[in-house]
Structures are given as C-alpha cells and as structure tokens.
C-alpha cells in the first residue's frame, strides 16, 4: 500500500475517532449522565472503610464521589420515591454564640396525611395534621384553633425541617460536591455539600426511603448556625392514634 493512502487512512480513522469521542462528550453534557449512570449496589454492613469525606457524620462509609452537577444530583433524586407510611423523629437545633436550642418534631405519614408534633421544652406541644384540603392546628391538649389553606400547609416548610426538594431545586453552582455514603441504619445515601447565600450546607437523603438523614449549616466564620438529624424511620403503619383530634374525630384524607 502506498504512503500516500496509508496517510489518507490514517486521516479518516483520526477522524472518525474524534466524532465518536465528541458524540460521547455531547451526550453526557445535554442529558446530564453517561448511558450506564445508575445507582450502586449497597454495601454489606461489614464493608471496610472507604475514602472519608468531610462534614460531622461519623460511622458511615463513602464511596463512588459524584461529579459536581446538578443535573446528576436531580437524576438521582427523580428515583427517591418516600414511603406511604412512616414515623420518624427529627431534632432540629439552633445555634448561637454561647448558647443553643434543640425542638423534636414526632412525624408520622399515611397517604396523604401528615401529621407533626413539634416538642419545645418549657412550651405546649404544637400539633399539626396535614390533608390535601386542610391543616389542623392546636397547642397541647386543646381543640384545633384555626385551619390553613393546602398552599400554607407543607408541613416541612412549617416545622423548618429541610427536605431532598430542597436540594433538588438548588441551582448548579450552589452545589460544592456529592457523594454516596453507606450508613449502618439507612443503607445507601446521597451526601451532598452546598453553598447557599452566607450559608455553607451538608444534606444526606437517604436513597432506600427517600428521607432526610441529616441537613447542617454553618456560617462564614464556620460555626454552626443550624442542624436537622433524624432518626431511622419506623416503616410502616402509625396508626389512627396519630391522626385523632383531640376531641376523638379520625381525620381522613
């Protein structure tokens, strides 16, 4: 074979290299993940320890770090479906210098019914149970003192407790690093660090129930400013107990 076409092959094999090379960069770019993006296997409760990442969990494995892109972070929470059913507690802590807070929020889920009792020691219980058309409202023992609207009602927003939405909706340059983390209670989970106006966040979802695990916030100076932890949840049923009034009426929805 001539030199000549032993060039021009060479030409067109370069070539082609290089369109196959940018198909791939262009797909990755516009969908936002490779073809074979998916979730990893979990790891045995044995695993050994990987890579640390930062931030105050401890006990956890990490493993896999995600590249910086929101897109992948939305990817992966589109497939983060919550439980029907659940109880779990949330302590929610404010920090200040020289001192600090701590409220219990006793959450329990069925259906569309939420229902979040909102412990602060020192005052009366503060209760709220969420419908699609109305939220139920009372202190302690007393009887409902008013209702809201279905758009005032979330319920996380009115307890101040973060949620994956939250990091879902966060735009692409807030969002510093992630990773998968192991937990020994809640399995595979989602890590994600951000930075969010003077704020600095830590988020971990997890991604077998689709739960908060942890949301923590410092400040410039990097002291602690606020910090959600929530405990395992109990899957399942709570039971009509956690949707009565306090006059005995069964709320459904």
């Not at 074979?36 to 695993?47: H, K, V």
């Not at 995600?66 to 507690?89: K, M, S, W």
């Not at 319920?155 to 807030?174: I, M």
């Not at 988020?203 to 959600?228: K, P």
Request: proline residues 9%; aromatic residues 8%.
């Amino acid at each position: 074979m001539s030199r000549h076409k032993i060039t021009l092959l060479s030409v067109a094999a370069a070539l082609l290299l290089a369109v196959v090379l940018m198909g791939s960069v262009w797909f990755i770019y516009f969908t936002g993940r490779p073809a074979d993006f998916t979730l990893p296997p979990p790891l045995p409760p044995d695993a050994s320890p990987g890579v640390s990442g930062p931030g105050p969990v401890s006990g956890g494995t990490s493993y896999i770090p995600l590249a910086v892109d929101a897109r992948n972070i939305r990817t992966l929470l589109a497939t983060v479906e919550r439980p029907g059913a659940y109880r779990q507690t949330i302590v929610c802590t404010s920090y200040w210098p020289g001192g600090e807070e701590s409220v219990t929020h006793l959450w329990a889920r069925r259906g569309g019914l939420t229902r979040v009792e909102t412990l602060d020691e020192g005052h009366p219980s503060q209760n709220r149970i969420v419908t699609p058309d109305v939220t139920y409202v009372w202190t302690g023992d007393a009887m409902p003192s008013h209702t809201v609207s279905p758009e005032d009602a979330d319920a996380e927003a009115l307890s101040g407790v973060p949620t994956w939405e939250d990091v879902a909706a966060l735009p692409q340059e807030s969002i510093v690093s992630a990773e998968y983390l192991y937990l020994p209670e809640e399995g595979r989970c989602l890590r994600v660090w951000t930075r969010e106006a003077v704020y600095q966040g830590e988020y971990i979802v997890s991604l077998e129930t689709g739960l908060l695990v942890r949301a923590a916030f410092t400040g410039a100076d990097g002291q602690a400013a606020y910090a959600c932890d929530a405990q395992a949840p109990d899957l399942g049923d709570p039971g009509d107990l956690y949707f009565t009034l306090p006059d005995g009426k069964l709320v459904s929805g």
